[in-house]
T-cell receptor
Framework: DVKVTQSSRYLVKRTGEKVFLECVQD?????MFWYRQDPGLGLRLIYF???????EKGDIPEGYSVSREKKERFSLILESASTNQTSMYLC????????????FGEGSWLTVV | DAKTTQPPSMDCAEGRAANLPCNHS???????VYWYRQIHSQGPQYIIH???NNETNEMASLIITEDRKSSTLILPHATLRDTAVYYC????????????FGIGTKLQVIP
């Protein structure tokens, strides 16, 4: 089975801290994604990456950056965490081929105080 | 922006069929329709997908209209464990692409 692993399930950080959310997938997927999920707003795409060192902005990239130094790992970085970044963050991955399915991690609940 | 429209919530009696609609009127010829569901506090899970033919697997059936502008996910015998948020998305076949989810439909299965 495909496994997408998010390193931290629950985090509490202080305003202004630099926060790293790590995601690893074990199926050699080219595409990787970071979403955030908030009540009433559904899943919103922050960034995605289709190859090592490649990244594309999603719908809400402001306040975030990403890093993909290895194919299996995609990191989401909050340079200076703010309270409005309190949310659940979901990582996902998929292959690049016809009919590719997206696989999600279990999510990381981040609280910024 | 999401390319699909779904009702925000639906109820279904336990044991009955749950029919979840999705409108994707701007779908293009090489875009698939995918359905995912998210049980509270977990990551979304894949259910089924299709291009233009109806599809069935062990979890659900997917009915796509002939013009492909809408589809219906059918859970034939809903159980309490099917209570979840269901997302319908359209996505090109392969390639490097941005994938956007909307708000989905909150399905409540009632005993």
């Amino acid at each position: 089975d495909v496994k997408v692993t998010q390193s931290s399930r629950y985090l509490v950080k202080r305003t202004g801290e630099k926060v790293f959310l790590e995601c690893v997938q074990d199926m050699d997927h080219e595409n990787m994604f970071w979403y955030r999920q908030d009540p009433g707003l559904g899943l919103r795409l922050i960034y995605f990456s289709y190859d090592v060192k490649m990244k594309e902005k999603g719908d809400i990239p402001e306040g975030y950056s990403v890093s993909r130094e290895k194919k299996e790992r995609f990191s989401l970085i909050l340079e200076s965490a703010s309270t409005n970044q309190t949310s659940m963050y979901l990582c996902a991955s998929s292959l690049v081929h016809s009919g590719n399915t997206i696989y999600f991690g279990e999510g990381s609940w981040l609280t910024v105080v | 922006d999401a390319k699909t429209t779904q009702p925000p919530s639906m109820d279904c009696a336990e044991g009955r069929a749950a029919n979840l609609p999705c409108n994707h009127s701007t779908i293009s010829g090489n875009e698939y329709v995918y359905w995912y569901r998210q049980i509270h506090s977990q990551g979304p899970q894949y259910i089924i997908h299709g291009l233009k033919n109806n599809e069935t697997n062990e979890m659900a059936s997917l009915i796509i209209t002939e013009d492909r502008k809408s589809s219906t996910l059918i859970l034939p015998h809903a159980t309490l464990r099917d209570t979840a948020v269901y997302y319908c998305i359209v996505k090109e076949s392969g390639g490097y692409q941005k994938v956007t989810f909307g708000i989905g439909t909150k399905l409540q299965v009632i005993p």
